[in-house]
């Protein structure tokens, strides 16, 4: 859609209204998150939105794919050069998420990981987000099931799927067999010759895995700069990615 006073092209998400009350409480959920989060340029932009009787119509900022659809283009591991500054982009809009507003995104999946064409990365969709209080999610709402590791793992599940090109648990037909796997086996690594090593954000024991903070500085010590992948960057990478 092209916003005529600008001449802008920008998104439209459109929610349908319903008389199902958890429905409704997702949709007052990202409203609330989106606009709250306009000072972090790694949250997806909300310009405003309009209500109907029947729907809700947020207006945001275009962006160009996701990582789900880039991964599926690939067909194959997205290259560690982009895959890093990606999760950097990710673990920051946590945080902020997290330290700005007592709000945790469980959901966190490469569809809801936006790439736009200038290599901007931002989350989305905030509709079963928790708020915490005392530190713990106030509601257990969870996400997708199949990135239930992303709640028992930390905050870089998906981005093993992404080193890899393939989804850690295989040959599973069900939900519960995904679940299944996610309580009881190992958390899924980065093998030879990936390259990546030990990942600690994926240490099973919550207590022992790292803070947003800590995942933010590199193994030499160096706070990881802001996240800017330049046009430039990602087409030398990922050539298909404007075409």
Same mark, same amino acid.
């Given at each position: 859609?092209?916003?005529?006073?600008?001449?802008?092209?920008?998104?439209?998400?459109?929610?349908?209204?319903?008389?199902?009350?958890?429905?409704?409480?997702?949709?007052?959920?990202?409203?609330?998150?989106?606009?709250?989060?306009?000072?972090?340029?790694?949250?997806?932009?909300?310009f405003g939105t309009f209500i109907t009787n029947t729907d809700v119509f947020i207006a945001m900022e275009l962006m160009g794919t996701c990582?789900?659809?880039l991964k599926k283009r690939i067909q194959g591991p997205i290259p560690e050069r982009i895959l890093g500054k990606m999760t950097v982009a990710i673990v920051k809009a946590l945080f902020y998420l997290k330290e700005k507003h007592g709000v945790i995104h469980r959901d966190v999946k490469p569809s809801n990981?936006?790439?736009?064409?200038?290599?901007?990365?931002k989350l989305c969709d905030f509709g079963i987000s928790g708020r915490?209080?005392?530190?713990?999610?106030k509601t257990r709402s969870?996400?997708?099931?199949?990135?239930?590791? !992303? #709640?028992?793992? +930390?905050? %870089?599940? *998906?981005q093993v799927e992404l080193a890899?090109?393939?989804?850690?648990?295989?040959?599973?037909k069900t939900d519960f067999e995904v679940l299944t796997k996610?309580?009881?086996?190992?958390?899924?690594?980065?093998?030879?010759p990936s390259g990546w090593g030990h990942v600690p954000g994926l240490t099973k024991d919550h207590r022992k895995r790292?803070?947003?903070?800590?995942?933010? !500085? #590199?193994?030499? +010590?160096? %706070?990881? *700069?802001?996240?800017?992948?330049?046009?430039?960057?990602?087409?030398?990478?990922?050539?298909?990615?404007?075409?």
């Open positions: 859609m092209r916003f005529r006073k600008t001449g802008h092209v920008i998104a439209v998400k459109q929610m349908r209204r319903s008389g199902n009350r958890e429905e409704n409480k997702r949709i007052l959920m990202d409203l609330d998150v989106v606009l709250k989060s306009h000072d972090c340029p790694y949250i997806v932009q909300c990582a789900e659809k990981i936006l790439l736009d064409e200038r290599g901007q990365v915490l209080v005392d530190s713990k999610a969870a996400g997708c099931a199949a990135y239930m590791a !992303v #709640s028992t793992h +930390g905050s %870089v599940s *998906p890899t090109g393939q989804f850690p648990y295989q040959n599973c996610v309580l009881q086996e190992d958390p899924p690594l980065l093998h030879p790292p803070k947003y903070n800590k995942l933010l !500085v #590199s193994p030499r +010590g160096h %706070v990881c *700069p802001p996240l800017q992948l330049s046009l430039s960057h990602v087409q030398h990478h990922l050539p298909f990615f404007t075409r």
